[in-house]
């Protein structure tokens, strides 16, 4: 690992370190890494969607520029004129109050504007937005915090240019490369079981810093007594699990996991393969071999939760997550460009519980609903978060797509049980009898 | 109400008065219940299936039968064959340790067994049944649990029988008539908003008496204040929402909602049409008048949940419902032979929260998991509930259609967030500020 | 077969022996005959509708007397009140001109009215319609040509009730038996190849006998030099092909047929079962042993076709079949009871090409289209024939569901390319080098 | 016109006057017509697929260029190692004897190979071919013909390059412009009825030139007498239809036909557009008015069949077409580059039946099934024309997006009945009475 990430020092330099109350700064910074993590891409893969979950990268370059131009100039720039009249429609991802939008399933058929026109769009839109943030003060503070919700919502989109990219290229016979990176060694740590006490904990975020209106308010919550594992399920511990009859056993199956299963002929994690020389996997270095050591990846929460029963476990509710992620952030992150959960865990990571942060998302046992006092954020968007809060599961943690600030203990990410295209994995729990 | 009653005196009398450990009595009696109910139903009715998420009221009677059948003689009965060979696989309905078995959405095929043969399994499953209840007295306590379990499953496909065939009938242009009941009359009573502090309260089920594997263990939870309605959201509250443009403005919406309501072209509840005289309903005495008064029924969880977010309140959680349903038993069940809720309260409900039981489920803001410490049964039993606890919402109370003697407190009813089949309706509850 | 027609004496009497100008004769027979057809039906059978393009007996039995009241009664009956006012729509197959009507694949969820009812429905109708008959002879001819019109769609629906109910036991495990026959036994004839010549021949309906108007302009066509399988293609010849990886070999199907094939795992002709004692297969009769010299039956057009190039033959067009089928009509219909086809050509078959007519259609290679100077019925009759003449494939001869007074050398039936439930098979021809 | 073939010439000589004897100029003047119809397109236009039946450009490009390839390459050069292993899978289209091959609907999945690397394999083959072209004598005739073969093929995919780029085109609203054309004006010629006499016709191909299999073998035919409208329906006309509420009425259209209007919600031509100012329509010159006398296309056969019908005429069968199309070859052509159907007959068509050739493909009434004694080709080519031959009709003619050196008049072209997106139109007959 220290090897790709010096190999990557000047990648992994943009984001991270900027202090929080350079806002230009950081805004330039971040736009920049979202075209750095597209710079190994040909025109041809800009436009690519492979399925109706994932858009395309030159999708998300425009709409993450779009969120800016709708709502930070449109709202604070006197007599904007929109940079081109059509872009609302098209990249307007699900906000029904800004109007009506292109169909999800068909951004793939948008080969206009072509990249280059995007990328104009985004240099147009960036210099706006930073004369609007070097400008006069008025309403500052209302621009300060949409210009910081828009960073925070381009980060969630540099994570999902890595997903979806891997998706589409791991559909290619050919079997293209993202970023030749060296293959990474170490051993995975042996599994310890944390112990966490009954009581009321207080989860959810607090402090000035930001975080999205789902990780509000803080609140009083009852956790019992618990056990968490140490370290993340690896890929030995799930192939124990297949060789064991996992997915030919229903029992050990939720019924609509096991519905998925049988309609998708799941029998392995997404984008592994088997054979005649083991058990491969499509990564964004490639194909490689699956290794044991590393943390598990690309299952579902149907999976997971399977898995958890037939090791006689579960899996952690988001409050016993949260509870056990006091210590401070470590872990590998997108910064670090791997781009591939890594079975050792970071040099700055001093446990107790390892990898709590970077190389997978874990799926929790909680379905994604409203805190209690929950209150959505006015006009459009108010659509942000909550109405999505259903039939969805909360995934806890970050991923090595997840840009390092961008993540903390509060952070609920929240995908449908059968998405198995993200960087999710698995931590177990247990109760103490 | 109390004319409808009294007509159907004979009918209400069979459950709910027979003294718990008379369990040969009580099974004598919910066996003869699932046959009544089947009473008005014309021999080309048993096989109607008018979607796949319902059954015909033969596979009731037949499924039913099977379920003692397996569970019961098959183990205890020292020799037993089967009644008939195929019967379990044309009768078992999702039990993966039992053996394959035939698709749910094809059950309307099934011509064979006739009407007259699956009752004349049901006379010898019943003989063998009543035979075993009464023979020596070796492993009793199984028998006793699995007989009993039988019974409460029993009266789960009794409440199904109604909803199943009001469904079909309801896609019927000549509306046939289950049976005729008086129209009733009455006001709804004001609503009044009950407060309940916060604090560390106990749910789930305590006690000797039967209780599904899904209301266990009991244990302790947290509330925050919170206010609850003291009775059923109306039909002229509902269509105060739907003149207010509810069924257009997908803000008040969960994202999903607004999609099925799409998909679904949803613009009323199930089973309302609007006439040149105004709204009209299916209902299983026929063709009805919707009625202002009346508890609203019939909308799903997406439905409640935006007509909550547009009055400016929310649903309860679970463990809200349950903490203020600590009053005695009362409310209008399938033995008053309503078949409809009703505006007025029944006569033994003294409130404060008016109609928690009887008239309508009511859809709660929980979504279906299991408690802490939750434990499936062992074996294919252990398959009843536990499997269901994903991408499904608890309902609680009980409805119109449900047995009087299969009501509690701790019931846990659960059913997919865009069921609208079931006599499910809406009860508020709110913050406090 | 003797023996079988023995036991069916009453029932083959019925039809066919009337004399054409006794029409009010062969009303009354042709309607009992339907309503004979059904009387091994339970009642629960009358309501099935296993896969869109079958139908329910009830609803057979309800259409064609909705046909004489909608096209006769209301025409000619001065102020006639239908019998019901629902029954237009309920029963109304596909006639526009007519008004809407109940979507088709939802028949089956037709419980009411009940099998009474609609034989209430018949006999009120047929006394209508006798009455109609023996009444003034104001616009006789009109009344004698639909009154004609109605019993012939009258006698394709009675092959429907045995296509459509065997296609709907054959879905039941428990195999229901329509009617036990003694199993017939026989050799097919050996194969001979008769010679047709080139030339200018006239084919379609001519004289004052009935014909659809599909049969109509009778015209010149030109034939080339061809041979005709002077027998039906038999079972064991379609298993050689089988044997010869038939199935597997997408070079001898068309393109559609591959898809067809693959998208319903064809690997047999329907109703066929492979088992441990060779290959069984359902018929009216219940379940049977493949009989290798049987004509092979319940075969696809792709899979008559793939069998023709596979024998390095093909189908004949209908214009081969026509100028071939000039020898009186012999066969086993619908009236020798047998339901299924026989090995052995009937014994009033003289030949030289056995089997024209009786024991399965035969798939031509003429898609259905208009005859040259073809001009459908005005009004809604229009909507009998012509509407349907794309997409379909023409099929020759009768079928052993086929009465034998519905059978002529000019008849045109007609199925899209993937049907398979109809007893439908196989007759090859070839070039002359 | 003439402008527009002016600015075009150096595009419009590439093409059709090379003697057919220098196969090698044909092939080099061929392949270079492809590329350049490919220049207008951005990279990102390469990938686009906007529905399963089209293809994108670059997949165009691969797939014409494996066909030399496979067919010629491969077999005639000794020793030939693939341009790459997995090309042959990617690029196959559905060659079942080649093998497996990439899914149909995916085809715009992939990003890689990239257009450069996909105009290298170009490059790559066609060195090789012309190698081989010029290469020693021996097997000479199959490689003349294979070769001439692959380039009628190539010259297919040249019109489905710009129909399937107008349909991707006309998906997006930014509305994208192939290739600006002026205008085209003038005035369409009435309506003349060109009467046929009934008689013994030869058609199909004969002759030492190129024809596909499916044109053979000639063979004698039999027509009746017939009327041939003496030009192609107008837009004008097709309004009226509509005006007519031919989009309404049920009894002009086939039952698929109608079915597939109400699926697919047509209500005029593919393309055309009502608004404020009047129809508009999408060209690969962007968006432009309906104009009145110029020919309708981007129907159905479905539609043509009911406008014919509405308009008391019919489709003409292929044999009365093809009876008809004596006269010399003449039409606006792919070389004219206009890609889009004039009003005014070409300067060279001297009629009697105009635009026969060029503008729109004219739909016949006739399936398309083989000729008599029609024998496909040996090999993997006998994959090339026979297994389509079922579910499709007839198109004669050719369009202005067909080069001419690929038209003549025993040309069969063939489409599902429900297809729009080529340039297809109508011509009426009509019985004589």
Redesign the interface.
């Known amino acids: 690992m220290p090897m790709a990430t010096e190999t990557l020092a000047d990648y992994s330099l943009s984001i991270d370190r900027s202090p929080q109350n350079d806002l230009t700064g950081r805004f330039r910074r971040i736009r920049r890494q979202t075209e750095e993590l597209c710079r190994p891409l ?7 969607q ?1 399925m109706p979950e994932t858009s395309p990268p ?1 999708w998300h370059l425009a709409h993450t520029t779009w969120f800016f131009e709708t709502f930070l100039l449109s709202r604070f720039h006197d007599g904007y004129r929109p940079f081109h009249p ?1 872009f609302s ?2 990249f307007n991802s ?1 906000y ?2 800004v109007g009506p939008r ?1 169909a999800r399933p ?1 951004r ?8 280059e026109e995007v990328y104009r769009y985004r240099r147009s839109i960036d210099d706006e937005v930073s004369e609007l943030l070097n400008g006069p003060k008025g309403r500052r503070s209302e621009v300060v915090e949409l210009c910081t919700l828009g960073l925070n919502h381009e980060q969630q989109h540099q994570e999902l240019i890595l997903t979806d990219i891997k998706h ?1 290229f791991a ?4 079997r ?1 490369v993202y970023r030749e990176t060296p293959a990474a060694r170490g051993d995975a740590p042996p599994v310890s079981w944390i112990r966490f006490p009954q009581g ?1 904990v207080e989860i959810g975020h607090q402090g000035p810093e930001f975080a999205f209106d789902n990780e509000l308010p803080r ?4 956790v ?1 007594d618990y056990l968490l594992a140490g370290r993340l399920t690896t890929n030995a511990e799930y192939q124990a699990f297949m060789a064991a009859g996992g997915y030919q056993r ?2 050990v ?6 519905a998925a299963k049988q309609t998708n002929d799941w029998n392995a994690p997404l984008y592994w393969h088997e054979t005649p020389d083991g058990w491969m996997q499509m990564t964004l270095a490639g194909w490689r071999p699956v290794v044991g050591d590393e943390p598990v990846c690309h299952v579902s ?2 999976e997971a ?1 399977a898995y958890a029963r037939w090791a006689q476990a579960r899996l952690p509710t988001e409050a016993e997550w949260e509870t056990a992620a006091g210590q401070p952030l470590a872990g590998h992150f997108l910064d670090a460009g791997n781009f591939h959960p890594l079975a050792t865990p970071a040099s700055d990571d001093s446990g107790p519980v390892y990898a709590l942060y970077g190389d997978v998302w874990q799926w929790t ?3 994604y ?1 409203p805190y ?2 929950y209150q959505p954020a006015a006009g459009a968007l ?2 942000y978060n909550g ?5 969805q599961m909360v995934l806890r943690g970050a991923s090595c797509a997840t840009p390092r600030s961008h993540a903390r203990s509060s952070y609920r990410n929240f995908f449908p ?1 059968e998405a198995r295209w993200q960087f999710a994995g698995i931590r177990l729990a247990k ?1 103490v009898k």
Chains 1, 2, 3, 4 share one sequence.
Do not use: Q
Not at 108 to 115: H, N, Q, W, Y
Not at 253 to 258: E, V, Y
Not at 387 to 391: E, I, P, R
């Open positions: 040909a025109i041809e893969d800009y436009g690519l492979s030159k059509e429609f098209l699900y029904n109050a292109w068909e793939g058929l948008l080969s206009r504007p072509t990249v589409a559909k290619n016979p050919l293209p009321i609140h009083r919550a009852l019992h229903p029992e199956w939720l019924s609509d996991g096991w929460y149907y939760d046992a909680s379905p609903v209690p006092g108010g659509e109405k999505f809060m259903c039939n049980p109760d």
